[in-house]
């Protein structure tokens, strides 16, 4: 059974960074477009950054030019690189595929941005 292990949120100051990985438990085949999505209470999750098998990316605008996701398919891991963190991206992050399977939602991981 597929599940994600997302890793890395944590609080940090506006303009701060961080970087998020997301491993994979179980077997999933590497053509699978991969993607981050974040949620905020109250409200929907969202996806925010994809990429796929052979490394196209989409961004969400709000979020392009500051997010970086990346992949490494030897390790089946997925990784957010966030810079220059705005107190709007506070959120639990997660991954999955593209589009999303109910099962494959992880825990998450909280990124909280605050001064």
């Known amino acids: 059974q597929v599940q994600f292990v997302e890793s890395g949120g944590g609080l940090v100051q506006p303009g701060g960074s961080l970087r998020l990985s997301c491993a994979t438990s179980?077997?999933?085949?590497?053509?699978?477009?991969k993607g981050w999505y974040r949620q905020v209470p109250g409200k929907q999750r969202e996806l925010i950054a994809t990429?796929?098998?052979?490394?196209?990316?989409y961004y969400k605008e709000s979020v392009k030019g500051r997010f970086t996701i990346s992949r490494d398919n030897d390790t089946d891991t997925v990784f957010l690189q966030m810079n220059n963190l705005k107190p709007e991206d506070t959120a639990v992050y997660y991954c999955?595929?593209?589009?999303?399977?109910?099962?494959?939602w992880g825990q998450g991981t909280q990124v909280t941005v605050s001064s």
């Open positions: 999955n595929v593209v589009p999303s399977r109910g099962p494959y």
């Open positions: 179980g077997s999933l085949a590497n053509i699978y477009r």
């Open positions: 990429i796929s098998s052979e490394w196209s990316t």
